[in-house]
């Protein structure tokens, strides 16, 4: 079985210019998550998606960041414009059901740095 | 919100000693602590969780053990071997939110 697929892997971009990240979660896995994980730190939750549902996007900036999960399978975080402090990893991970106690399996993430 | 606080932030053993990385959490309200291991350049893995209507919980050489009136928990590995190398997150679910709060992570270091 597949695991999440993310891409790209690497972005390496200027201030105020615009990126996407691609995100496909393990087949049937309807939740799927977005992390922000900066360098010596833990995964921080931008946003949850229950289906094409985004649940919990309390935590995304939404100035510059936005998300879509059009037919509820695979998922794209945008941003535009970015800036410096972006550099980051960028996490997806999905999960089967939408209970709180499902085990989330991450993606390779998606390094992006910002110059 | 939830906080949760790791420690500590890096542990050096020796292959075979034993680990035990210590997490604190605020909200009285959590009853979910997973605990991901992430080696360099890796996905974070889930390695063990314990729900909050228990004490202990084992597999293997790995434990968690949760102190819920002290709102402590702990991650527990005996005979540690060069491959459990990797940062280590503790991590606290709210009943009824399905955010997990991170701590900052564990560098762990096992000498050969």
């Known amino acids: 079985e597949a695991g999440v697929v993310q891409s790209p892997r690497y972005k390496i971009i200027e201030k105020k210019q615009p990126v996407a990240f691609w995100c496909n979660p393990i087949?049937?896995?309807?939740?799927l998550y977005w992390y922000l994980q900066n360098l010596g730190q833990g995964p921080e939750l931008l946003i949850r998606?229950?289906?094409?549902?985004?649940?919990?996007d309390s935590q995304l900036p939404k100035d510059r960041f936005s998300a879509e999960r059009l037919k509820g399978v695979d998922s794209t975080l945008k941003i535009q414009p970015a800036e410096l402090g972006d550099s980051a990893v960028y996490l997806c991970?999905?999960?089967f059901g939408q209970g709180p106690h499902n085990e989330q399996f991450f993606g390779p993430g998606t390094r992006l740095t910002v110059l | 919100g939830e906080n949760v606080e790791q420690h500590p932030s890096t542990l050096s053993v020796q292959e075979g000693d034993s680990a035990v990385i210590k997490c604190t959490y605020s909200d009285s309200a959590s009853n979910y602590f997973p605990w991901y291991k992430q080696e360099l350049g890796k996905r974070p893995q889930l390695i063990i969780d314990?729900?909050?209507?228990?004490g202990e919980k084992k597999d293997q050489r790995i434990a968690v053990t949760l102190n819920k009136t002290a709102k402590h928990f702990s991650l527990h590995i005996t005979e540690t071997q060069p491959e459990d190398s990797a940062v280590y997150f503790c991590?606290?679910?709210?009943?009824?939110?399905?955010?997990?709060?991170f701590g900052r992570g564990t560098s762990l270091i096992v000498h050969p």
């Open positions: 998606y229950e289906n094409e549902e985004a649940v919990d």
């Open positions: 991970a999905s999960s």
């Open positions: 087949s049937g896995h309807n939740t």
């Open positions: 314990i729900r909050s209507n228990v």
């Open positions: 991590a606290a679910v709210p009943g009824g939110s399905y955010i997990p709060t």
